[in-house]
């Protein structure tokens, strides 16, 4: 089996006398596969009612034969003109009731019966006609679901009966949500109505928001039913935005086959940016894509040049597209498609620059992805069907995510952020971590990082605390167990459920700027929030050196054969990362000390071992480890235990 290595085509943008050209460059470059037709709405149905698909049918026969398979797309993202025109209930409204200009693209209404019918239409008719196609392998769903939020009349409606359905008796609704407060009692679910305002109730918001994915969801759903039926054998994807929250991914992956990633790593960077930085980010982005459904997944657009709309950024620098594309692989790529095949000479992304430039002449970066082709197809054919080693997870929660974009806490709190010094403390560290949801099977890992539980129900709590009395290492932190799943306050000490298993009270906190704290000697820095952390049976590890704040920061505490750390504050990063290694430490997960600049990937196979290094950095890295007894994949060489990596190369050594 060959790994899927391509780009993004769109024949609709090119007179047809060139798409021949372009077939004989992708199979020249070791190309097998691209994505089609997401934006061609109204090429392929000009007229309401009336199809045509012969343009792409010709297009994807001539792609066939130059042995490039095809993977087609949805084109619902983009309305054409006479829908928007015709139907003026499909497009979405904002809060004032204005509705989405056109010229934009993804201004539909999700809940809108019309657009609902038209995209059933569209998507029937493009199953049907290229059923049975040997070119067509299969389906990516739209393109980047996200919204726009909307707040027409129909999704006013939909919402009432969306709460209806979840709260049966308005007297239990008005309950939950505690709307005697400011007088917002409802006598019935017909008053109810989209929160407007940014001051609404939490409860309401959350419920909003939650109702928002449900609808985008259920849209993508209808597609991927409609081409199940058709067409049995084709596999179905959409293509994430790594650690977007507008919808719950968890929730669209149970949809799909497999996930698709949309990866820019170099998106709107200047020249000046950390560039180690920017590998972290992706490492973290790529890491949760895999946890979506624990399984490998595709990059349906990568980077292939500067990037942007009306401005651009950095581009890439000769070798990177190789040692990026190598990162997407260590971390659980099975397929690669950049975007896009040839830069647009029109429209909104003419300057989003492909592997070919406006002119269409093969450069550098097209040589470079050429080049690059059969190291993927070698590497790919060693560890098809490997597996990464992790021993550590990443516990989050898009309703916890939602939640704090109402109620931030504190003037610069971001939940993605406070999770960032954890990540990079392993990360530098060479422990790869599976990024984990609420219910998830936590006993195939030593430890759960669990950052700012804010909804905490009892029945997340109870599989926390059994976790760790079954012998896991559970970190959690301030503003944990804060709400109930209706995104009201617990009547409870913090940390609410986990009080017992924490071994603390949290009975006062506060927003801070910076504040010092002692750990185990050592003076740190916290920030953001802080709370005034109370032992009743915890052992404290650190305390604020604030004045008149006489308070623990860190606690740990054994609990049944396992232990939970507790973290009142948001560490600064050399905190983060000595309180991590002293947790892998106790609980014997393997770290690396690597130079500076290096990431470490460990995937495992039967009997063999796979190290990816990648050097980031500008100067050659003299790797050593006992471990290192193999051959380097890339360059076919011997490593006995110590391996020099060039600036910003790349090694895969099979043990």
Request: glycine content about 6%.
């Amino acid at each position: 089996m060959k790994m899927h290595i391509g780009a993004d085509y769109y024949p609709e943008h090119w007179p047809r006398e060139r798409w021949a050209t372009d077939a004989k460059l992708m199979k020249e470059a070791g190309f097998n596969v691209t994505r089609v037709a997401e934006f061609a709405w109204s090429k392929l149905e000009p007229v309401e009612g009336t199809f045509d698909f012969s343009w792409l049918e010709d297009a994807i026969k001539l792609l066939g034969e130059h042995g490039v398979q095809v993977l087609l797309c949805t084109p619902t993202p983009t309305q054409p003109k006479w829908l928007y025109d015709n139907y003026p209930e499909t497009v979405a409204q904002d809060e004032q009731g204005h509705m989405h200009h056109f010229g934009n693209r993804q201004n539909n209404c999700f809940t809108s019966p019309k657009y609902r019918e038209l995209s059933r239409k569209i998507t029937t008719a493009m199953a049907e006609h290229f059923k049975g196609n040997p070119n067509v392998i299969g389906w990516q769903l739209d393109n980047e679901l996200s919204g726009p939020f909307c707040f027409c009349m129909a999704c006013e409606k939909e919402f009432k009966a969306f709460l209806k359905e979840q709260y049966k008796s308005i007297n239990d609704l008005n309950a939950a949500w505690g709307t005697n407060f400011w007088s917002h009692t409802y006598a019935s679910f017909d008053e109810l109505h989209l929160p407007r305002n940014k001051h609404s109730s939490p409860s309401i918001y959350l419920e909003w928001r939650r109702f928002h994915s449900r609808q985008i969801i259920s849209f993508a759903t209808e597609q991927a039913e409609i081409i199940r039926k058709i067409n049995p054998k084709h596999f179905i994807t959409h293509n994430f935005m790594g650690l977007y929250d507008g919808l719950n991914y968890f929730k669209l992956g149970e949809v799909l086959d497999f996930i698709s990633e949309d990866y820019y790593y170099n998106f709107g960077a200047s020249n000046n940016d950390n560039r180690f930085d920017a590998y972290l980010f992706g490492a973290q982005r790529l890491d949760f894509i895999r946890g979506i459904k624990h399984k490998p997944f595709w990059i349906m657009e990568n980077s292939a040049g500067s990037l942007g709309w009306e401005t651009y950024g950095r581009n890439l620098r000769p070798g990177e597209i190789r040692r990026m594309t190598i990162q997407n692989m260590a971390r659980g790529a099975v397929g690669q498609v950049w975007f896009r095949w040839r830069t647009s000479r029109y429209g909104t992304e003419q300057y989003w620059h492909g592997i070919l430039d406006h002119s269409g002449i093969p450069g550098r970066r097209y040589n470079e992805a050429k080049d690059l082709t059969p190291l993927m197809q070698k590497i790919f054919a060693k560890i098809d069907g490997s597996k990464i080693r992790t021993e550590v997870a990443i516990l989050t929660d898009f309703e916890d995510r939602w939640a704090f974009e109402q109620q931030p806490n504190a003037e610069g709190f971001s939940y993605t952020k406070a999770l960032e010094p954890y990540y990079r403390a392993l990360y530098k560290n060479g422990v790869s971590v599976d990024f984990v949801k609420p219910g998830d099977c936590l006993e195939k890992y030593k430890i759960v990082l669990a950052p700012h539980k804010y909804i905490l129900t009892k029945e997340y709590a109870d599989a926390f605390t059994q976790f760790v009395k079954n012998g896991g290492t559970l970190l959690t932190t301030c503003r944990t167990g804060v709400k109930d799943a209706s995104n009201a306050v617990h009547e409870m000490p913090l940390p609410g459920f986990l009080r017992e298993a924490a071994g603390i009270r949290v009975e006062e906190y506060e927003a801070i700027g910076n504040y010092s704290v002692n750990y185990k000697g050592k003076t740190y820095k916290v920030n953001t929030l802080a709370d005034w952390v109370i032992p009743e049976t915890a052992e404290v590890l650190a305390k604020y050196k604030e004045p008149g704040v006489d308070f623990a920061a860190i606690t740990s505490h054994s609990h049944g054969k396992g232990k939970l750390w507790y973290v009142g504050s948001i560490p600064e990063d050399k905190l983060a990362e000595r309180i991590v290694l002293d947790m892998v430490a106790e609980t014997n997960v393997q770290t690396y000390d690597l130079p500076e600049n290096v990431e470490l990937v460990i995937h495992e196979k039967d009997n063999a071992s796979f190290y990816f290094l990648l050097n980031h950095g500008d100067e050659a890295q003299e790797i050593k480890m006992c471990a290192l007894n193999g051959t380097d994949i890339v360059t076919d060489k011997a490593v006995n235990g110590k391996i020099t990596i060039p600036a910003n190369d790349v090694a895969v050594v099979q043990i």
